[in-house]
């Protein structure tokens, strides 16, 4: 049983840190180098369409967070950087 807990731990701190990462890079890339997701072609419209339409806004920005402090509370560690978990 324990060895589900550190795999679903596991899964869940790299889908947030990935989750985080590419939101910050999707975020540089329109408000600092003012480029639009369209010129990305099909990869940029897929991840506006998860982020903006699947996700939504509210829970795009803090789907991470909410995970990292579920992780908090259920492992006693955030795991914010997975691979040194």
């Known amino acids: 049983m324990k060895n589900i807990k550190t ?3 596991a899964l869940l701190s790299w889908y947030a840190f990935l989750h985080a990462l ?4 999707i975020l540089f890339m329109h408000f600092v180098l003012n480029i639009d997701m369209r010129i ?3 990869p940029g ?3 506006e369409a998860y982020f903006l339409d699947f ?3 509210d829970l795009a ?3 991470s967070p909410i995970l990292w402090l579920g992780l908090r ?12 978990g």
């Open 7 to 9: 795999q679903v731990t």
């Open 22 to 25: 590419t939101l910050l890079g």
């Open 40 to 42: 990305l072609g099909e």
């Open 45 to 47: 419209k897929l991840l």
């Open 55 to 57: 996700l939504g806004r």
């Open 61 to 63: 920005l803090c789907l």
């Open 73 to 84: 509370i259920a492992t006693g560690s955030a795991h914010l950087l997975p691979w040194k």
